[in-house]
């Protein structure tokens, strides 16, 4: 009997302390009573506006990897992958830029020739040695990547904000965990500096991407092959990817058959011909 008494003592001590270390990390790790978990209190001021058409500030200073004083101006004079991000971010913006350099390598189309690729980090206290470290590191794990055709730029909040407000880009610092809550996406600007199409997520497949450098450079750039590959696919900007466009399809099919007729009704005419002159079929 007295061992069972001290069997029921023990189990009760275990279950008060278990009690006491969960309450302690309630209140080590939960909300202050009252109020919600900081990026719950930001979502209402994170997102994405798509801004189509809209210009971006060309003559907003920023600092490249290297240290020096440019312009975004300096970039457009060929289409821009656009991608905002910050470089100390834990997870998200890794992903970001790591979809947008597995999705350059499998373009045909060359950064530094056919288009720029440009990070702009939108944390004013970051610098240009983080830049330049945060390069360094995607073009090793990214070696087809042109370095001359990747930047990555920082500057002061008035830059930055000016820009993220301009492609609607909206994010906001969480001071409980010095970081800032902010959605995935990447844009494409056109050589004139105006937003041409946005893909959200963090995975960017290269065909789309590859149509929306083409549409942005006024069909600049891509073969004839392309041209008929934006023919065929629609941009949609809710999903923010290019859509087969049945009607289309369905017209360049009507158009390949009929060609294929008019050829067969001409071969036909010109044996007929020859037959009726006594020539060889």
């Not at 996406?185 to 199409?197: D, E, F």
Request: aromatic share 8%.
């Amino acid at each position: 009997m007295r061992a069972s008494q001290t069997a029921t003592h023990w189990a009760h001590a275990l279950l008060a302390g278990l009690a006491l270390t969960v309450s302690a990390q309630a209140q080590i790790y939960g909300p202050p009573q009252g109020q919600v978990y900081a990026p719950a209190r930001l979502l209402k001021s994170v997102g994405i506006s798509q801004n189509i058409g809209t210009a971006v500030p060309l003559d907003a200073p920023f600092v490249d990897e290297s240290g020096r004083d440019v312009f975004l101006r300096s970039y457009l004079d060929k289409p821009v992958i656009l991608a905002l991000v910050y470089y100390q971010c834990p997870s998200l913006c890794n992903m970001v830029l790591e979809g947008v350099l597995t999705s350059v390598d499998g373009l045909e189309l060359k950064a530094g020739k056919d288009y720029e690729v440009v990070v702009v980090s939108f944390d004013p206290r970051e610098t240009a040695e983080m830049a330049k470290a945060k390069k360094a590191d995607y073009l090793a794990h990214h070696p087809k990547t042109s370095a001359a055709g990747l930047h990555f730029l920082t500057g002061p909040e008035t830059s930055s904000k000016a820009l993220a407000n301009t492609v609607g880009f909206r994010y906001a610092f969480d001071s409980l965990t010095n970081q800032y809550a902010h959605s995935s996406a990447i844009m494409i600007l056109t050589p004139g500096g105006r937003v041409a199409r946005y893909f959200y997520g963090i995975q960017y497949p290269p065909r789309d991407v590859r149509l929306g450098l083409i549409e942005a450079s006024q069909e600049k750039l891509g073969s004839p092959t392309d041209q008929v590959l934006l023919y065929c696919f629609h941009y949609d900007p809710v999903t923010g990817k290019y859509a087969v466009v049945v009607m289309n399809v369905l017209r360049l099919g009507a158009l390949i058959t009929l060609g294929a007729l008019g050829t067969f009704l001409v071969v036909m005419l010109l044996r007929d011909r020859r037959l009726a002159h006594g020539g060889p079929v």
